[in-house]
C-alpha cells in the first residue's frame, strides 16, 4: 500500500483556463500501469546525476539501467523499455553509447527521450544534440534555453535557462516539425507541444526542483519510463510531468531546505497514488494551439 496525503481539490488551471478532467484521469491510468508494468529504463546520463535519476526512477516504480557504455548500449536498447539520452556529461564512450542506443530503438521502432543539457551553451554537445535528433526522439525534454539551443538559438547559462517558457514555443514547434517529436518545456508552468502542434500546460511543481542536483534531468528519464505505457509521446511527457511536479509540491509543503526536499521527493513519488493524480492535475489544454 502506498500512503495517501490530504490534497487540495482542483482549482482553476494555468492562465485562468479551467483544467480538462479527461488530461488528469489519462496521467493516473498511466501511473497505474507503469506501476503494474514497472518498466526496465536505460539511461545514458550524466554523471552529476545518475544515482539521483536511479532513485527517481525507482521511487516511482520503474526499474532503471545505467548501460552507458559502447559495444553494449545497442543490444540494451533492444530489450529496454525506454531510453533516455542526456547530453549533460557527454563523454566520447557515452557519445558512442548514445549512437548505438538510439540506432537501435530508431530500427525497432521504439521510443526514447533527447534532454539535450547545456545544449546551444557549448559546442560539442550541441552538435551531439543537433546530430542526434536526426534519429527521432519520441520526446525532446528540456528548459527553455536548452530547447531554443536545440532548435537552433544561443541557449541560455550552462544549464541555467536565461528565458522563459513562452519564449521557446517556437522553437519547439521547429524540433516537432524537424523531428515528429513531443516537446516539453520545463519551467515554473511546464508546457508540452505535441507532434500535431497541440499544447498542454502543467501549472505545478516547486522552485526547490532548481535547488537540487538532477531536478530536471530525472524528469527525462520519468518520461523514459512512461514511454512504455502510452504510445502518445505527448501523453507519456504530460503524465511524467504531471506526477513528478505534483510529488515535488507535496515534498516541499513538509521540508525545511534543499536537503531534505531531495528525500522527500522520493517518498512523495512513491506515495503519490493515481487518485491523487485525478482529484489534485490542473492539466489545462490550450484552446486552439497548433
Known amino acids: 500500500m502506498r500512503d495517501a496525503v490530504p490534497?487540495?481539490?482542483?482549482?482553476?488551471?494555468?492562465?485562468?483556463?479551467?483544467?480538462?478532467?479527461?488530461?488528469a484521469e489519462d496521467a493516473a491510468t498511466a501511473l497505474e500501469e507503469l506501476r503494474a508494468a514497472a518498466p526496465l529504463v536505460q539511461c545514458i546520463t550524466n554523471t552529476v546525476v545518475a544515482n539521483v535519476t536511479a532513485n527517481?526512477?525507482?521511487?516511482?516504480?520503474?526499474?532503471?539501467?545505467?548501460?552507458?557504455?559502447?559495444?553494449?548500449?545497442?543490444?540494451?536498447?533492444?530489450?529496454?523499455?525506454?531510453?533516455?539520452?542526456?547530453?549533460?556529461?557527454?563523454?566520447?564512450?557515452?557519445?558512442?553509447?548514445?549512437?548505438?542506443a538510439v540506432g537501435a530503438r530508431q530500427r525497432a521502432g521504439l521510443a526514447w527521450v533527447l534532454d539535450p543539457v547545456a545544449v546551444g551553451a557549448l559546442p560539442?554537445?550541441?552538435?551531439l544534440a543537433r546530430d542526434?535528433?536526426?534519429h527521432r526522439p519520441a520526446i525532446v525534454r528540456?528548459?527553455?534555453?536548452?530547447?531554443?539551443?536545440?532548435?537552433?538559438?544561443?541557449?541560455?547559462?550552462?544549464?541555467?535557462?536565461?528565458?522563459?517558457?513562452?519564449?521557446?514555443r517556437d522553437a519547439a514547434a521547429a524540433i516537432a516539425a524537424q523531428a515528429g517529436s513531443a516537446v516539453a518545456v520545463s519551467g515554473p508552468v511546464d508546457l508540452v507541444r505535441a507532434p500535431d502542434g497541440s499544447v498542454v500546460r502543467v501549472p505545478h511543481g516547486t522552485p526547490l526542483l532548481t535547488r537540487i542536483t538532477g531536478g530536471g534531468c530525472a524528469l527525462g528519464a520519468l518520461m523514459a519510463a512512461f514511454?512504455?505505457?502510452?504510445?502518445?509521446?505527448?501523453?507519456?511527457?504530460?503524465?511524467?510531468?504531471?506526477?513528478?511536479?505534483?510529488?515535488?509540491e507535496d515534498a516541499a509543503a513538509g521540508c525545511a531546505g534543499p536537503g531534505s526536499f531531495a528525500v522527500a521527493l522520493l517518498d512523495r513519488l512513491h506515495a503519490i497514488t493515481p487518485e491523487q493524480l485525478a482529484a489534485r492535475a490542473e492539466l489545462v489544454r490550450e484552446e486552439g494551439a497548433r
Do not use: C, K
Open 124 to 127: 560539442v554537445r550541441t552538435a
Open 142 to 168: 528540456g528548459n527553455a534555453s536548452e530547447i531554443m539551443g536545440l532548435a537552433g538559438g544561443a541557449g541560455g547559462r550552462g544549464t541555467d535557462a536565461t528565458h522563459g517558457v513562452d519564449a521557446a
Open 227 to 248: 514511454t512504455a505505457v502510452r504510445a502518445d509521446p505527448a501523453a507519456a511527457a504530460t503524465a511524467a510531468t504531471t506526477v513528478y511536479t505534483l510529488a515535488a
Open 56 to 100: 527517481v526512477l525507482l521511487a516511482v516504480g520503474a526499474s532503471p539501467a545505467m548501460t552507458d557504455i559502447q559495444g553494449e548500449g545497442g543490444i540494451f536498447a533492444e530489450l529496454a523499455d525506454g531510453l533516455l539520452v542526456n547530453t549533460g556529461t557527454p563523454t566520447a564512450e557515452q557519445r558512442g553509447a548514445a549512437y548505438e
Open 7 to 23: 490534497l487540495p481539490a482542483r482549482t482553476a488551471g494555468a492562465e485562468g483556463a479551467p483544467p480538462d478532467p479527461a488530461l
Open 132 to 134: 542526434l535528433l536526426r
